[in-house]
């Protein structure tokens, strides 16, 4: 059988996303690979979320081009994403599983099985006939992380899935990111919470006014930023 065709790299060539006269992503070039977890930071409004619409496909370039695995127009059967409030069916856990898992050619048996796995990976599996919209939000981000991976993505985004979390749910969302990330997924998440891009990156890419600033390992990022935005962010003062 022929290995199927991945969606990675995603490349950006020259993107700019425009609502009007508002540029929220301004001629942006830069690579997806696989790899260790790509974690995108910027202050609020800097373009980080149009940045990951745009790369699971559901916001369209104004100008410029995005590719996923070389390909145009690629539909999003190879990724997902995961937003900061997801929103969960009106059923129990395990039920919101399965439904994900619905247009899968999959028996009862093998369903059940995938079912349990994802609801394990999550450290859910005491939690499966819970009404999913009776969780925690802790609980309701760690099963919408087990939805996202139901059909197997090449890459995963999340959009600061722990910003509305106390510290005991967020490192139980890192731990799953990390998880997944050592599962050869490869993980493109945004968050403001510069603690967190340590915790997890492997690349950092910075965002200010919809434009790319620096690129970089996460070591040499933290420890020797090149450009002024990344000195002032990482210090502690207000990019406006
Ligand atoms: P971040 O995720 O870094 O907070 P966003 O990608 O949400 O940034 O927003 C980037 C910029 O685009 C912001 O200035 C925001 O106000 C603006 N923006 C976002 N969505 C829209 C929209 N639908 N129409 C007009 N402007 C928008």
């Known amino acids: 059988m022929r290995a199927p065709v991945s969606d990675l790299p995603i490349h950006f060539e020259n993107v700019t996303v425009a609502a009007g006269a508002v540029k929220m992503l301004d001629r942006v070039t830069l690579t997806f690979a696989a790899g260790p977890p790509t974690i995108l930071i910027g202050p609020n409004g800097s373009g980080k979320s149009t940045l990951l619409r745009a790369a699971m496909g559901l916001v369209a370039p104004s100008k410029g081009l995005v590719t996923w695995g070389g390909r145009e127009g690629v539909p999003p059967t190879r990724r997902a994403i995961v937003f900061q409030r997801p929103a969960m069916l009106r059923r129990t856990a395990g039920g919101n599983l399965r439904y994900a898992l619905g247009g899968l050619s999959l028996d009862r048996v093998e369903r059940n ?24 939000g802790g609980e309701q981000q760690r099963l919408a992380l087990a939805r996202a991976l139901a059909r197997d993505p090449d890459v995963l985004f999340l959009d600061e899935p722990t910003a509305s979390l106390d510290p005991a749910a967020t490192s139980a969302i890192e731990e799953i990111v990390a998880a997944v990330s050592r599962r050869s997924i490869k993980v493109v998440m945004a968050t403001h919470d510069l603690g967190e891009a340590r915790r997890l990156a492997g690349e950092i890419v910075m965002l200010h006014r919809g434009r790319v600033v620096e690129t970089a390992p996460a070591a040499s990022f933290f420890n020797a930023p090149q450009s002024g935005e990344a000195a002032t962010f990482l210090a502690g003062g207000l990019l406006v």
Not at 115 to 126: H, I, N, R, S
């Open 113 to 136: 099985r995938r079912v349990g796995e994802l609801l394990a990976l999550v450290g859910l599996a005491q939690l499966s006939d819970r009404p999913a919209r009776k969780l925690s």
